[in-house]
Each structure stands twice: as C-alpha cells, then as structure tokens.
C-alpha cells in the first residue's frame, strides 16, 4: 500500500497556471479511471474538485482541469487565484474499493 | 443538507480503545459506501479504511489491519470506527468521508484522537 508520488510544493503567481503530478503504478493510477483530486486547508474538511480524472463537482470552477498520461496523472489549475492556496492531495482507487493517497503537495500562490 | 458529524474524539493512553462515530443526514446513507481517512501531525492524508454497503464488510491499511474495526448501522445512519490497542503514531485527525464514483465527496468535519501518556 505505497503512497501514490506528489511533489511537495508547487507555487505561483496570481494568473498563472501549475500543473501538479500524482505518480502512481499499473495497478492503481495506470489501471482505473477513478483518480481524483482534494483541496485540503488544515482545520478543515478536504473538498473534491477533479474525479474520475477530468470531472468537476458542481460549483468547481473550470480553471482546474485533470489528465492521465500512463501511470502518472495530473492536475492543472489556470489563472491562479489566492483562494487557490493550499494543500492538494491525488487519490486513486486501488481495487475493492480501497483507496491510495498521494502525499500531498502545497500550493502557494505567490 | 447532506452532511457528515464525527464524534468521540479524545485523549487515550497508549494501550487504550476509542470508539468513532460518524453520523450522516440529508441522504441515503445505507445507499452509500463508507470511508475513514487520517491525518497526523504535520503528514498528509492517509487512507485507514472502508466499508461496504453492509456493516460487514470492511478492509483496512496495513497500519491498522488487526487494531481497527469499521462497522455501521444503517437503520441510524452511523459508521463507526472501533480503535484497540492505539499506539502513539495513530494521534491523528480522523475524517469519515462518503464514496461515490471512486471519489470521496462528502468529507465529516473531522475528530482528534491524541494517543499519548
């Protein structure tokens, strides 16, 4: 049960775009469609934004934007804005239902 | 509104046993599987468990397989996590979190379990 593979940090400037990776294996990321990703401030109850890789929530703005290439997928947010910042974490199902998390990658917006 | 309450959040000496609760309301919460996740101090979110539509039948990280116990009653819309035998390293925020389509999309507000003598 090892941990999909986030880069820690990831920043950037109001307006710009980041593009944060999630690394897993053929037998999670690389074998299902069901990877998602969570906007997590500390104290707070994490939120899905991405599911099944490209799908959006109601009420998530189209500036965040998912891909899977292989065994690696991706999240971009465009147009970053300050409410942006925080802790983002990938998941992926890992059959039966279990599920894998990244370990995360903070997000500063500079 | 839909919703998810945890409770029974506490401070437990090592050895000890803690029971969670996670109360659902304004859905279907037999329809729906369930999932606890953590996080410690400073670490990210980890995966501890889930369970099916029934009480069951759960399964569990490596880290808790043996310790933990997931169970739920549907007719009061509560999924439990019973915790024996907790270890210093399972001080953490607990989060019980609703399944549906390989995501987690409603999270609980999260209860602390502080492991320690």
């Known amino acids: 049960q090892s941990a999909l593979t986030q880069p820690p940090s990831a920043s950037g400037s109001p307006g710009q775009s980041v593009t944060i990776s999630c690394s897993g294996t053929?037998?999670?990321?690389?074998?299902?469609?069901?990877v998602s990703w969570y906007l997590h401030h500390p104290g707070k109850a994490p939120k899905v934004i991405l599911y099944e890789v490209t799908k959006r929530p109601s009420g998530v703005p189209d500036r965040f934007s998912g891909s899977k290439s292989g065994n690696t997928a991706s999240l971009t947010v465009s147009g970053l804005q300050a409410e942006d910042e925080g802790d983002y974490y990938c998941t992926s199902y890992a059959g039966d239902a279990n599920l894998l998390f990244g370990g995360g990658t903070k997000l500063t917006v500079l | 509104e839909e919703q998810l309450v945890e409770s029974g959040g506490d401070l437990v000496q090592p050895g000890g046993a803690l029971r969670l609760s996670c109360t659902g309301s304004g859905f279907t919460f037999s329809a729906y599987w369930m999932h606890w996740v953590r996080q410690g101090p400073g670490k990210g979110l980890v995966w501890v468990s889930r369970i099916k539509h029934h009480e069951r039948d759960a399964t569990y990280a490596d880290s808790v397989k043996g310790r933990f116990t997931t169970s739920r009653d549907n007719a009061k819309n509560t999924l439990y996590l019973q915790m024996d035998n907790l270890r210093v390293e399972d001080t953490a925020i607990y989060y019980c979190?609703?399944?549906?389509?390989?995501?987690?999309?409603?999270w609980g507000q999260g209860a602390t379990v502080t492991v320690s003598s």
């Open positions: 053929s037998s999670d990321v690389g074998a299902y469609k069901y």
């Open positions: 979190a609703r399944y549906w389509s390989g995501a987690l999309d409603l």
